[in-house]
């Protein structure tokens, strides 16, 4: 079984984190939309306290994610066209800021409200804020909410993107995130 990346290839471990998180990323995203429609103010901080625990979850998935790729090499992209190449490239960075974006701005709307960040009961992350700072809470709350608005269109040109491979250019760019592969 292989566990780390060749130039080919993604290790298991690599393949895992991936999934993980984007699990992790659409829950978050679901979980934030129920929060928004929930009904009363008991159902909406019920909610809240949920979106917020699995959120720092998913943080130190995607802080593990981040640091193995880093001691990785990352297996060569099998796109031919250089423009494809490229919009792919940009549709992954734009992903990435989107989800760095939120990891940023909903801790802040907490803390800013001079509330700590409570995870599943067990533990809580005071703000390092000594006060309410009303401003900083509206542009944080506003920054998150108008983020969340790229989230389906970014994830539907990345599916896109990668059932293109599979139907269309019949390599193994799709293939090789959902399965380790031997060597060739
Ligand atoms: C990938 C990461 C995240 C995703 C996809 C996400 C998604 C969402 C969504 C869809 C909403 C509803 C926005 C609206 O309809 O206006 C929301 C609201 C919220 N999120 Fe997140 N979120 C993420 C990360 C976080 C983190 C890390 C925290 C805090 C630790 C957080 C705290 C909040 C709070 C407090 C709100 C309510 C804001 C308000 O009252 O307007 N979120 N999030």
Not at 12 to 33: F, K, M, P, R, T
Not at 150 to 166: Q, R, S, T
Request: aromatic share 8%; proline share 5%.
């Amino acid at each position: 079984m292989q566990i780390r990346n060749t130039r080919v290839a993604y290790g298991w471990i690599a393949i895992a984190l991936h999934w993980i998180s984007a699990v992790g990323v659409v829950g978050l995203y679901l979980l934030g939309e129920r929060m928004e429609a929930a009904a009363g103010r008991a159902e909406k901080l019920q909610a809240q306290h949920l979106h917020v625990s699995v959120a720092v979850l998913l943080f130190t998935f995607l802080l593990a994610r981040l640091l193995w790729s880093a001691s990785q090499p990352a297996p060569r992209p099998l796109e031919r066209q250089r423009a494809l190449r490229l919009a792919a490239k940009v549709v992954q960075g734009l992903f990435l800021l989107m989800i760095a974006a939120l990891l940023i701005t909903g801790p802040l709307v907490i803390w800013s409200a001079g509330r700590p960040i409570e995870v599943f009961d067990l533990f809580a992350i005071p703000s390092p804020f000594a006060t309410r700072l009303d401003g900083l809470h509206e542009a944080a709350e506003e920054i998150h909410g108008a983020v969340t608005k790229l989230f389906w269109p970014l994830i539907v040109l990345h599916v896109a993107g990668a059932l293109k491979h599979l139907l269309l250019n019949r390599d193994d760019t799709l293939r090789r995130m959902l399965w380790v592969r031997g060597a060739p």
